[in-house]
């Protein structure tokens, strides 16, 4: 009987820089054909925990393993798609000749003009990349970190300067690249990305795993709600009423994210300050809501 | 998640292998586009190969000295093609690599599947395929506009020893393209390449005083080496044996600083 192993393992994992503590005893686990998002506020210890798995720094203390094997083994690499936030890519060549050098990392990789298509790139494939635009570059990057078929796929804020349909169609290739059997393991400041793709949400705040589950799970795991009206009131009188996380005004509607304890009080208050009020709406509160909550207690 | 797709196994961990042709190819691609990208670089590639060629010419039809006396032009010749081969190791090494490591390109793929040493190597046969054809046009115009005079086989030694003699070069590039700032290796590889030129009595003799500096210089020991193997008997000085051992040190410390360097800290 063969034995079953996650793709990535991480456990008890702790890695400090200097007097900062950018993991602190982090555990994590990417299964077959599951889409993760890592989700936490800028140094909460994200992209250490990619590097480590990527074989690129070592941990202090704890065990990771990718596809059962040490981080960095050239065959767990084979296995591997990777799209950083930032990487420098030689702006001479053209976005095919990039394509070709990369497909030729791995033993079966994409014919390149196979990805291209796949990655509705097809039309820059004869375009030097130094000429293209930050929107652009991220989307041959995208093409280039599935090139080699990978069966687990890093992604990086992937979608940072795309324009609303190449981001939809980013999307879509993801949903197939999972159906299809591939992990990913995504990172993104646009939690409505990871509301629409994710099997599985990971947050994290100071090294540690402070909440994960699904996006239902996570969202219902706080006591909060969302009430959405029009008002004359500010977002700044009502923000520091009692119960209340949020308040913001969008398109000319206040949105409030308020504690579920004070539910009532906040829509009795709300009614009695301002005669004027209406379409008010109360519902549950999203993964956006539920992300500020969970690192805003886990930042005290 | 997809639930119909078969669990990972332990056993079929090891299956991804590549053949050594597939191997080869990524080591020629890496060099391969590597070249393109020289080429397609207006301040690169066209610069270092026309640049010697015509400087060549040019001195070498002026003033009655460098014109009447073989081991006088054999020295131009050799200063031009050293000046042509320095440029593309030490930049392509130095100021490219720089950024390369700065911004990420190595990091990312030592984190993909590409092997340790392709992309380092992939440069290397860049800037000998780069010395390689700016040396045969030196020669090939040299011998043809009858401005230096060289036998076969001297042509063909002279033309090896140019061509051994960008590793030196390269290591030097290598050495601060490990170490600068992307911001900076340009400015610091000129500083480093500018001083070679003059110091090492290529164009000109050094003033007396200060000719001792040459000693410091690597440049000044492969152009010796290229007088010896050309027969310009007249300004050759020293033995090769130390020549080549100069060169070799520094070819070696440097490279094995560098690699030390570079697996410490990618």
Redesign the interface.
């Known amino acids: 009987m063969m034995a079953s192993v996650d793709l990535a393992e991480m456990e008890g994992v702790y890695k400090r820089f200097g007097d900062t503590t950018a993991l602190d005893g982090f555990d994590l686990r990417v299964r077959r054909g599951e889409l993760v998002a890592l989700l936490g506020e800028n140094g909460a210890g994200k992209t250490t925990a990619i590097s480590l798995m990527l074989g690129l720094q070592t941990p202090d203390a704890g065990q990771i393993r990718m596809f059962g094997l040490p981080p960095g083994d050239m065959e767990a690499r084979r296995r591997l798609g990777v799209m950083l936030q930032e990487v420098f890519m030689a702006p001479e060549l053209k976005v095919r000749e990039l394509v070709t050098l990369f497909a030729s990392y791995y033993p079966d990789g994409h014919d390149p003009d196979e990805i291209l298509r796949m990655t509705n790139t097809d039309s820059l494939g004869d375009r030097r990349y130094g000429l293209l635009s930050g929107g652009q570059k991220r989307q041959v990057q995208f093409a280039i970190a599935l090139c080699g078929k990978p069966e687990l796929l890093f992604l990086d804020e992937p979608t940072v300067g795309l324009d609303v349909q190449a981001r939809q169609g980013l999307w879509d290739i993801v949903r197939k690249q999972v159906d299809a059997g591939c992990s990913i393991l995504l990172t993104t400041h646009y939690l409505e990305e990871a509301e629409a793709l994710a099997d599985r949400i990971v947050v994290l705040a100071k090294g540690r795993v402070v909440k994960s589950g699904t996006v239902k799970e996570v969202t219902q795991s706080i006591s909060t709600r969302r009430i959405t009206c029009t008002s004359r009131l500010t977002a700044d009188e009502v923000g520091s009423w009692p119960g209340v996380a949020i308040a913001v005004v969008e398109n000319g509607s206040l949105k409030l994210t308020v504690d579920h304890a004070e539910l009532e009080s906040t829509v009795s208050r709300l009614l009695e300050r301002d005669n004027t009020l209406g379409d008010l709406s109360v519902s549950q509160a999203g993964l956006a809501d539920a992300f500020v909550k969970i690192t805003q207690e886990n930042r005290l | ?3 119909t ?7 079929t ?2 299956r ?3 053949s050594r042709l ?1 191997v080869l ?2 080591y020629y ?2 060099a391969k ?1 590597e070249f ?2 020289s080429l ?2 207006p301040g690169f590639g066209f610069p270092f190969l026309v640049m010697p060629v015509v400087l060549f010419l040019v001195f070498s039809a002026l003033g009655s000295p460098q014109k009447a006396d073989p081991d006088m032009r054999l020295g131009l010749f050799s200063g031009m093609a050293i000046l042509g081969i320095m440029g593309p190791a030490m930049f392509g090494f130095g100021a490219i690599l720089a ?2 490591r700065q ?3 190595l ?2 793929k ?6 340790a040493a392709a992309h380092l190597i992939g440069k290397f046969v860049c800037a000998m395929a780069y010395a390689a054809m700016v040396i045969l046009v030196m020669i090939a115009v040299g011998l043809v506009m009858g401005r230096i005079s060289l036998n076969a086989t001297q042509a063909i030694m002279v033309g090896l020893v140019l061509w051994l003699g960008v590793l030196p070069f390269c290591a030097i590039g290598f050495f601060i393209g490990a170490r600068a700032s992307a911001h900076v290796a340009n400015g610091i590889t000129t500083i480093v390449y500018m001083p070679q030129l003059y110091f090492s009595g290529l164009f000109f003799p050094l003033p007396a005083a200060i000719g001792w500096i040459a000693l410091f210089m690597p440049p000044f020991y492969l152009n010796q080496l290229v007088l010896g193997v050309g027969g310009a008997k007249h300004i050759y000085i020293g033995g090769a044996w130390f020549h080549v051992l100069f060169l070799a040190v520094l070819t070696v410390g440097l490279t094995l600083l560098t690699v030390k360097k570079m697996t410490r800290h ?1």
């Open positions: 998640m997809n639930s797709v078969p669990e990972l196994d332990t056993a961990i090891q991804k292998r590549m597939k190819r990524i691609l890496e586009y393109i990208r397609r670089n950024g390369e911004f990420k390109l990091e990312f030592r984190a993909i599947a590409m092997p990618g």
